[in-house]
C-alpha cells in the first residue's frame, strides 16, 4: 500500500515569494494534517481536515497561509510571501478517520527560505 | 508549561543496554497515546501505540500512568540502528495531536 505522497521534496526560495507543496493521502484516509516542524522541535499541527472540510485551522497564519482540499483527496498549502521564519519541514499526514488519532506522515518538503 | 514534554537528551548508551525516556502531558482529559521515531532529516514513523494496559513490541515496551500523567519507553537490548529521536504524541479522541520536541537517543559499539 503506498504511503503518504508529498510533492517537492525540497524546495529553496527567497523571500516575499509564493510556494505551494502539495500531498496525497493513504488511499481511503478521511482525515489529513499539515504540520510544521522546526529543527529540534516535533511537528506543530498547522490544519486538519476531515474531507473537504478544515475542522481544525487555528494555528494556520492566514494571513500568509492558505489550504485546501478539493475533492476530499489531495491537498495543497500555500505560503505567499515567504518569510525567512517559514524555514521548516512540512509534513501532511493522514489517519483513517477522526476516530482515530493514528497518523501516518509522508516525507515532508524541507523550505529554505533565503 | 507545555502541553507535552520530553527530556530532549541525548541519551548516549552502549549497545545492549537498556534505556527508558519519559513524557509527561498536562491534559487530564486525553485519550490517545504514541510514540513515534523520527531518523535524521526523515518523516516521523509510528512505533507503537500506548494502551492502559502497557504494550509490548519486541524489545520495546511503552506505558501508561495516568495518575502521574505521564507514558514511558523501554528499549532493551539497544541496538545501533535504535539511534533516532523518539517522539511521544498525546491526543483527545479525533482532536488535535500534540507532539512532544522529543528525545534524542545515540547507541554506541
Known amino acids: ?114 | 508549561r507545555k502541553e507535552v514534554e520530553q527530556d530532549p537528551g541525548p541519551f548516549n548508551v552502549p549497545e545492549g543496554a537498556t534505556v527508558a525516556f519519559n513524557c509527561t502531558y498536562s491534559n487530564s482529559a486525553s485519550q490517545s497515546f504514541f510514540w513515534y521515531r523520527q531518523d535524521c532529516r526523515k518523516e516521523p514513523k509510528l512505533l507503537m501505540s500506548v494502551y492502559s494496559s502497557g504494550n509490548e513490541d519486541g524489545r520495546f515496551t511503552a506505558q501508561l500512568n495516568r495518575a502521574s500523567q505521564y507514558i514511558s519507553l523501554l528499549i532493551r537490548d539497544s541496538k545501533l540502528s535504535d539511534s533516532a529521536t523518539y517522539l511521544c504524541a498525546v491526543g483527545k479522541g479525533g482532536f488535535k495531536t500534540i507532539f512532544g520536541a522529543g528525545t534524542r537517543l545515540f547507541v554506541k559499539a
Request: aromatic share 10%; charged share 25%; with cysteine.
Open chain 1, 1 to 114: 500500500e503506498a504511503g503518504v505522497v508529498q510533492s517537492p521534496r525540497y524546495k529553496i526560495i527567497e523571500k516575499k515569494q509564493p510556494v505551494a507543496f502539495w500531498c496525497n493521502p493513504i488511499s481511503g484516509h478521511n482525515t489529513l494534517y499539515w504540520y510544521r516542524q522546526n529543527l529540534g522541535q516535533g511537528p506543530e499541527l498547522l490544519i486538519r481536515y476531515e474531507n473537504e472540510e478544515a475542522v481544525d485551522d487555528s494555528q494556520l497564519p492566514k494571513d500568509r497561509f492558505s489550504a485546501e482540499r478539493l475533492k476530499g483527496v489531495d491537498s495543497t498549502l500555500k505560503i505567499q510571501p515567504a518569510e525567512l521564519g517559514d524555514s521548516a519541514v512540512y509534513l501532511c499526514a493522514s489517519s483513517m478517520d477522526r476516530s482515530t488519532d493514528t497518523q501516518y506522515f509522508g516525507p515532508g518538503t524541507r523550505l529554505t527560505v533565503l
